[in-house]
């Protein structure tokens, strides 16, 4: 029961990833990016990928969710989901770029998940320690 009430969270979170594609503000590179953060309390923070003319302050979907959620309040963090593609062209299992793995490994744990969803129920499942080990985080400034 409790793991039937997990994987229909796992997919309700892809969903709402593959859903906010739909918000990407992508026009130099065409490539919509949606993510859904889910937290400790259930709560779902959402991102898309907003680009930008002079490109360097273009934003990945992974880190608005992030920082839409600290900007709120919140830091305990379970999983992301991530659902990312060509606007004319099929979702990808879409990986979250080094700086946003980064942004990922200063709050949330080793076992924390991130899904790369292609739709709600056809996704790939990582931990933060299988996609980035030996992470630089605030430990190492303890
Ligand atoms: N992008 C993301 O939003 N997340 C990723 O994990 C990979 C890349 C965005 C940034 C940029 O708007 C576009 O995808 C192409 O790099």
Redesign the pocket.
């Known amino acids: 029961m409790e793991e039937i009430r997990e994987i229909r969270e796992i997919h309700e979170l892809c969903e709402r990833a593959v859903e906010m594609r739909a918000f990407?503000y992508?026009p130099?590179?065409h490539?919509r990016?949606g993510?859904a953060l889910l937290t400790g309390s259930g709560k779902v923070y959402t991102g898309?990928?907003?680009?930008s003319a002079s490109f360097t302050p273009?934003?990945?979907?992974?880190r608005t969710a992030i920082f839409k959620a600290v900007s709120e309040g919140e830091k305990d963090f379970l999983a992301i989901a991530?659902a990312?593609g060509p606007e004319d062209g099929e979702i990808q299992y879409?990986?979250?770029?080094g700086v946003?793995r980064q942004v990922l490994a200063e709050w949330c744990s080793a076992d924390f998940r991130i899904f790369l969803a292609r739709s709600a129920e056809d996704y790939r499942s990582y931990t933060l320690d299988e996609i980035m080990p030996l992470r630089f985080g605030p430990e190492n400034l303890r």
């Open positions: 990407s992508t130099y590179s490539f990016v993510a898309c990928n907003i680009e273009t934003i990945c979907a992974e991530i990312g879409c990986p979250p770029c946003c």
